[in-house]
């Protein structure tokens, strides 16, 4: 799970910039990633059979969306404006900072698939796309 989420990040972060230098136009990108996450989250849905509508979710969800949005529209602006290595990878340790918590206070052990995962944060730092100025 370390391994996916190291991945998915990176290529999330990698997005954002992959958008600016192909001058996707920020506000119908926002409308593509809601209306994938949605499509996605019935497929879920209907695999894991969970239900439809809950009270909880929908206290949880629409705030989360609503941060969402603000925050990939924030994140949009300001990769078309400035380099985005260095704070595009402290962002990613929301996923290092628990997974070394999770070694260092439960002493789990610490799996290559695990490392690699973790290495993949490194990656949108390491990318050419992101050492150029938008």
């Given amino acids: 799970m370390v391994f996916l989420s190291g991945l998915t990040g990176a290529l999330y972060g990698l997005s954002y910039k992959l958008r600016s230098h192909s001058g996707y136009p920020i506000y119908r990108m926002l409308f593509l990633f809601s209306t994938f996450s949605v499509l996605f989250s019935l497929l879920f849905l209907i695999i894991f059979h969970e239900p439809?509508?809950?009270i909880k979710s929908l206290l949880?969800?629409?705030?989360y969306g609503l941060c969402m949005v603000i925050s990939l529209s924030l994140y949009?602006?300001?990769t078309d404006r400035a380099k985005l290595n260095i704070s595009w990878t402290i962002i990613q340790f929301s996923v290092l900072i628990?997974?070394?918590?999770?070694?260092f206070w439960y002493g789990e052990?610490?799996?290559p698939i695990a490392v690699a995962g973790i290495a993949c944060i490194f990656v949108p730092a390491l990318s050419p796309c992101f050492s150029t100025g938008a």
């Fill in 52 to 54: 439809l509508y809950s």
């Fill in 60 to 63: 949880l969800g629409v705030p």
């Fill in 76 to 78: 949009f602006n300001v």
């Fill in 98 to 103: 628990p997974f070394a918590f999770s070694i």
């Fill in 109 to 111: 052990r610490v799996q």
